[in-house]
């Protein structure tokens, strides 16, 4: 007689044969047989979560420095929408984010029962994978499914929903595999047309200033070590967006920085207009590297390199474009070149970024040596410069800290070591999701930063950081107003501002509330001292820092700069 377990359990082994370790998520009425499954294993971790978005960003920022897919879970009706901000930043920015959210029985759809919302119709517009699971021998191929769309082609997130009497319903053991290869992503790579890859050398070799312009796709590849012999071969410049950061160690010579509306800066715009050929790799040309398309223009020539045939063509005319895995991709370019005998320095790049570098931090250093109250931000990210190790991983909100960060923290190895929700942009993002960065590399520092505003959107998980005695360090950049559109607004002809004002906070005094050790930072001379003090301490920190508003500071952001 076959043996048979229920679809709870079912799901639960599912997911240990797919290699989950750690599952994020918040109890409900409908998911009680599942937690019960999860009690009985030893396996997955699950961390319990005070917000249903705080499970999905955890899990995001765990994709992202695993490479394996995030899991997060949620109940019925609320919980199901607020699983929803969380899977549209993870689907859009490429990694894989499984959400499995439990629902009401299928006996009672369309009684009007509690919770009760179409999750399938809910979740397709946000999901590269989405489905509400019928019956219970059903689970082991959906499982299975779900992960082959998240971690194959461009990787993103799958939602599936469990209703309640689907958990008890039987499940033949005997289906109970999974593919080891869906584990991780990029599964099952696809590699390049050789003809598109000669194609490509032809071009970029026929250039006369091309500029490499690398998203996210580089680091989700792991492409890295092929992109740096590329770059340095033929000394051509990169620029990165701000997911790109990391394509190259941005100390490497042949790596200019971000280049765009948010974190790009005069000195690196300048190579972006004067090139004659943008190489994309890894992106879709999108409205923040290319500062809403400003440069390059439609007389730039294009060659774009992309996992996904979609975005190559989309914004600009293509005259080469390169559909497949990155990593993939750049090895051929290298042995096509090899095959070529190309090894010599061909564009003079690194001299070129060097003197711009050199104008850049020049401006910057004088800003960031400032004694200036309130706080200038500059001056946190020089201090983070000269304090965090090299390992360290950091965070950030969409706010404040993001613009400086990108513009001027120069992160001293390859890979992925900064993290920003730049997809979707939602507040509140960093300070659950580096939980979920310490659950991935629990040997790194991680320090998070956000604006005040942020804090206010999921604090509770402070809670829920001490409870796991996870060593992360929070950076607040307190300025008593959503600064972002603040600035905004003061960039307006009319230079008014509206209802973007709040009460100003004692966050340090919260943060020591919730168990943290903190301190409130108003003199630009104690900032160091007490910044070092926080990143070194064995547990959960938090330095509330009076800052300057953005729009009276020199944000690097292209629509104030004028």
């Known amino acids: 007689m076959t043996k048979q377990i229920t679809g709870a359990q079912a799901m639960v082994q599912m997911l240990q044969a797919q290699g989950v370790e750690h599952v994020f998520g918040l109890c409900g009425d409908t998911s009680l047989p599942f937690y019960e499954a999860m009690r009985r294993q030893k396996t997955i971790t699950h961390t319990l979560v005070r917000d249903e978005r705080s499970a999905t960003y955890m899990a995001d920022a765990y994709a992202r420095l695993t490479g394996k897919v995030g899991v997060c879970e949620g109940p019925s009706g609320g919980g199901a929408t607020y699983i929803l901000p969380g899977l549209i930043e993870a689907n859009d920015s490429s990694y894989a984010v499984l959400g499995i959210t439990t629902d009401i029985s299928v006996a009672s759809y369309g009684k009007y029962p509690l919770t009760e919302v179409n999750q399938e119709a809910l979740m397709a517009p946000l999901t590269k994978w989405n489905t509400v699971i019928k019956q219970s021998g059903h689970i082991p191929r959906m499982l299975r499914a779900a992960f082959r ?120 715009w300048e190579m972006m207009q004067a090139t004659d050929m943008v190489i994309f790799m890894g992106g879709r040309a999108g409205s923040t590297t290319t500062s809403r398309w400003e440069a390059p223009t439609t007389k730039t020539r294009i060659v774009h390199f992309d996992v996904d045939p979609m975005v190559i063509g989309a914004n600009y005319r293509t005259e080469v474009g390169v559909v497949g895995d990155l990593r993939l991709s750049l090895a051929a370019m290298n042995a096509a070149l090899d095959a070529r005998g190309q090894g010599e320095a061909t564009f003079g790049g690194a001299s070129a970024i060097a003197e711009r570098k050199v104008r850049k931090f020049a401006a910057f250093d004088r800003l960031a040596q400032s004694n200036d109250t309130p706080i200038r931000p500059e001056r946190v990210i020089a201090a983070l410069q000269n304090i965090l190790p090299p390992e360290a991983v950091i965070l950030s909100d969409p706010g404040t800290s993001c613009p400086y960060f990108n513009a001027y923290y120069q992160l001293p190895r390859a890979g992925r070591h900064y993290i920003t929700n730049r997809a979707h942009g939602a507040l509140g993002y960093a300070l659950s999701a580096a939980l979920g960065a310490w659950f991935a590399r629990p040997e790194a520092k991680i320090v998070a930063m956000m604006g005040d505003g942020s804090f206010g959107f999921t604090v509770g998980e402070l809670e829920t950081v001490t409870r796991c005695r996870a060593p992360i360090t929070y950076i607040v950049f307190s300025n008593a107003n959503f600064g972002w559109i603040r600035a905004s607004q003061q960039a307006d002809p009319s230079k008014e501002s509206h209802n973007v004002d709040f009460t100003r906070t004692n966050h340090a005094a919260i943060a020591a509330a919730y168990g943290v050790k903190s301190w409130r930072v108003e003199n630009p001379a104690e900032l160091a001292k007490v910044l070092t003090e926080a990143i070194a301490h064995d547990g959960p920190t938090l330095v509330d820092v009076v800052c300057q508003n953005l729009e009276q500071s020199n944000a690097p952001v292209a629509r104030w700069m004028g």
């Open 149 to 268: 769309a998240m971690t194959t082609g461009r990787p993103g997130a799958a939602h599936l929903g469990l209703p309640y009497d689907v958990q008890s319903g039987a499940v033949d053991c005997a289906d109970i595999w999974a593919d080891p290869q869906t584990s991780h992503f990029p599964a099952y790579r696809t590699g390049p047309d050789a003809t598109a890859i000669d194609a490509a050398i032809d071009a970029i070799l026929s250039a006369k200033n091309p500029l490499i312009v690398c998203s996210g796709g580089i680091v989700i590849s792991g492409a890295m070590d092929a992109l740096d012999r590329l770059a340095t071969r033929l000394d051509i410049p990169v620029a990165t967006s701000i997911s790109g950061q990391g394509s190259l160690a941005e100390t490497h010579p042949n790596c200019l920085g971000v280049v765009g509306s948010n974190g790009g800066t005069p000195e690196t």
